[in-house]
């Protein structure tokens, strides 16, 4: 019994994982190409250059990260409504 219980919760992580793995991948591929829109060289003095990549990547990294976190905690606390009751 104790493994069979065992069994299901570590299935469940995993499932998880690969969820949040999987979004975050999304928000950040989503980030990237949104901020293919943005002018750069506004801000920086050669967008094209490896930097001005570096820091395009490191950008999308970030906001996909807080997009993804928001999308997944939603839908945590969308899965915990049913505890209301």
């Known amino acids: 019994m104790d493994s069979n219980l065992a069994n299901n919760l ?18 950040i591929g989503l980030s990237w190409w949104s901020l293919q829109n943005l002018k750069l060289d506004l801000f920086i003095r050669h967008p094209k250059s490896a930097q001005g990549k ?11 990260h807080f997009v993804s976190k928001f999308l997944l905690d939603y839908l945590t606390w969308s899965q915990m409504i049913k505890y209301m009751f």
Do not use: H, P
């Open 10 to 27: 570590t299935g469940n992580l995993g499932v998880s994982g690969l969820i949040s793995i999987i979004v975050s991948l999304i928000c």
């Open 54 to 64: 570096l820091l395009q990547l490191l950008l999308a990294i970030v906001l996909g």
